[in-house]
DNA sequence: ACCTCAGACACGATATATCGCGTTCTTCGA
DNA sequence: TCGAAGAACGCGATATATCGTGTCTGAGGT
C-alpha cells in the first residue's frame, strides 16, 4: 500500500495539529486516525521519530520526562510548537492548505473503507487453515504411513494448479465482458489487487514455513 | 467478545510455550497468534502483566535489562522457566492436557464462525461495493485534475489483468516449491478453493450485474 | 544536463510497560 | 454452607521507543 502522506507531509501535518495545542504523542496518532475517519492510523514508529526530528530542529518543544535517547522513559511527554515552528507554518501556508484539501479527499474515497472491509474478512479465512491444520496435527495418521506424502502433494498440487487456472479463466471473462460495456473501475483493480493479496496470504498459510523466516530468499532483486 | 482464555488458563500456557526455550514476551504474542492462526492475538497489556507476576512467584526467570517497575526499560527482556516452573507444569499436567485440547477446539469453532460469517459479509460487501462503484462511474472525481477518461475501461482491465497474470506467477511459484518439499496437502487445495471463490465474489461485485449472461457460463461442467 | 548516492522520510514490525474495566476465583466470616 | 469482599485475572486502550525496508529528494560530481 502506498504511503499515505507524501514525503514530507507528515511532518507538515503535525505541526497543524499541534495549533490546536500541546499534545502527547499518543494523542496525535488518535487525532490522524479521527480525521482520517478511521481509515488511517500512523503508528507509533511514524509519530515518534518525527517528533524526535522536530524536536531536534527545534519546531516543537518537549516537556516532562528524559531525552528518548536515555533508556529512562517516563509516560506522557507532552510536545508544543515553538516560535520556530509558528513560523515554519506560515512560511509554508500554500503547502498546508494543499495538504489539508488533499486528505479531505482522502477521507471523502469510499475505497478506502472497502478495502479495510474486505482485508479484514479475508484475515479471517486464516482460522479455517489453523483449524484444520490442527486438527491434522492433534490427529496424527492411524497405522504406519509408508511414504504416499510426495506422490500426494504431487497430484494435489495438480488439483491446486487446475483450481487455479479456472479461477483466472473466468475473471478474465468477467474483466473482457465488462470491458465492453466499459465499466471497469479503478475500483475494480483495486479491489482485485487486495483481495489477491489476501488470498496468496491465505495460501501461503497453509504451506509449512517458519514464521520467523531464517531464508533471506533473493526474491528482491527485481526493482519495478 | 468474551476472553478466549478463561481465568488462570493463560498464565499456564505460558509455562508450556517456554517449555520450547527460553522466548522474549514480544516472541511469546506471535507464538500464540500463530498458533490461533490469527484469530487470537494477545495484547501486550496481556502478556506482560502475566509475566512479571510469573516471574514474581519464581516461575520463569527474566534477564538482562531493568526491572519493570523501574522507568529504566532497556529492549529484549529474555524469560526462561525455573525449575520451580517446571514443577508446576507436571504437577498440573492434566490441566496441560486439558488446555491444549480446548484451544485446538477453540480454534476450530472459531474458524467456524468465520467460515459462515465470511459468506455473510461478502454478501453484503457485493452491495456496498457494487454501490461505490456506480457512485464512481456516475460522477468521474470532483478533486483531481481534469482526465481524458476517453478509453479509461479498457486501459484499466489492462492493469487487471497484468494483476491477475502476476498472481498467478506467483502463486504457482509457491506451489512448485511446496510440491518439492512435498507438502502441498488437501487443506491447500481447499483453503485455494475458498478464498478464490471469495475473491471472485468481491470482484465481481464491482462490477455491475450482467443480467444478460446468468450464472450459466458452464462452471460447473468439469468433474473433480 | 545527467547520474548517483547519501540523507530524510513514511511505515510496519518489533519491543515493553501501565491503567482501568469487567469477570472469575478464593477466602473467610456469618 | 452460603454469600460477599477482595485478590487475581484477561483484555483492550494508552503510552513510548527502536529497527529495517523501501522510497524520495537534493547536493555534489561527471
Redesign the interface.
Known amino acids: 500500500m502506498p504511503p499515505v502522506f507524501a514525503h514530507g507531509e507528515l511532518r507538515l501535518y503535525l505541526l497543524v495539529l499541534l495549533l490546536d495545542g500541546p499534545r502527547h504523542g499518543y494523542e496525535l496518532i488518535t487525532e490522524l486516525t479521527r480525521r482520517f475517519g478511521g481509515t488511517y492510523r500512523p503508528s507509533a514508529g511514524t509519530i515518534y521519530p518525527r517528533l524526535a526530528r522536530l524536536e531536534e530542529e527545534g519546531l516543537v518543544r518537549r516537556s516532562v520526562?528524559?531525552e528518548p535517547g536515555s533508556?529512562?522513559?517516563?509516560r506522557k511527554a507532552t510536545y508544543e510548537l515553538t516560535p520556530a515552528g509558528h513560523a515554519e507554518i506560515e512560511a509554508r501556508f500554500d503547502d498546508v492548505k494543499r495538504l489539508e484539501?488533499s486528505v479531505a479527499?482522502t477521507v471523502?474515497s469510499?475505497?478506502d473503507e472497502?478495502r479495510a472491509?474486505?482485508r479484514d474478512?479475508?484475515?479471517?479465512?486464516?482460522?479455517?487453515?489453523?483449524?484444520?491444520?490442527?486438527?491434522?496435527r492433534?490427529r496424527p495418521r492411524p497405522g504406519t504411513a509408508p511414504d504416499p506424502?510426495?506422490t500426494q502433494?504431487?497430484s494435489?498440487?495438480h488439483?491446486?494448479?487446475?483450481?487455479?487456472q479456472?479461477?483466472?479463466n473466468?475473471?478474465?471473462?468477467?474483466?473482457?465482458?465488462?470491458?465492453v460495456?466499459?465499466?471497469?473501475?479503478?475500483?475494480?483493480?483495486e479491489?482485485?489487487?487486495t483481495?489477491?493479496d489476501?488470498?496468496?496470504s491465505?495460501?501461503?498459510?497453509?504451506?509449512?514455513h517458519s514464521?520467523t523466516s531464517p531464508p533471506g530468499r533473493a526474491d528482491r532483486t527485481e526493482p519495478e
Do not use: C, W
Open positions: 520526562p528524559g533508556p529512562g522513559v517516563g484539501r479527499e471523502r469510499l475505497a472497502v472491509d474486505v474478512t479475508m484475515r479471517g479465512l486464516r482460522a479455517e487453515l489453523a483449524a484444520a491444520a490442527q486438527e491434522v492433534t506424502r510426495r502433494s504431487n494435489l498440487r488439483d491446486a494448479e487446475a483450481v487455479l479456472r479461477f483466472r473466468d475473471v478474465l471473462a468477467d474483466l473482457r465482458e465488462a470491458d460495456a466499459g465499466t471497469v473501475s479503478a475500483l475494480t483493480v479491489t482485485l489487487r483481495v489477491l489476501s488470498a496468496r491465505a495460501i501461503r498459510g497453509t504451506l509449512p514464521t
